[in-house]
């Protein structure tokens, strides 16, 4: 199965963060991710960019609005994500709890939902 797991932390918390402490930590999940290629887990991850570098798109009446913002203004924002394979959610689970920025802010995990469409390719239904 495949788990997505998103790494939320407080920004204020990551810029007080010594520089030396900072890489330390980047250094460690760079570290962790390769530990997940080699043990068959990893499917893709990466870093994104601060919360004030987001836009946050609505689609309503087939009018576009768009927020110079992240989607919700909490003390925890979306800093990153995995998504691995793992047997089952206590597996997926056990890998995000060794994941190091952990220590430091929340990781959600959840099973990604792979959507199918009514229809398959010959155009015929499913």
Known sequence: M???????HDEKVMDA????????????????????????????????????TARTIRVRAGKVSTTASPFAETKEQLGGFFVIEAKDMDEACAVAARFPPARVGVIEVRPVHELKHSRDRRGLPS
Do not use: C
């Not at 402490?21 to 290629?37: G, H, K, P």
């Open 2 to 8: 495949r788990f997505m797991f998103t790494i939320y």
């Open 17 to 52: 963060m010594p520089e030396k402490e900072m890489q330390a930590l980047v250094d460690s999940a760079i570290e962790y991710a390769e530990e997940l290629r080699q043990s068959g887990h990893y499917i893709v991850s990466n870093a994104l960019q601060p919360p004030g």
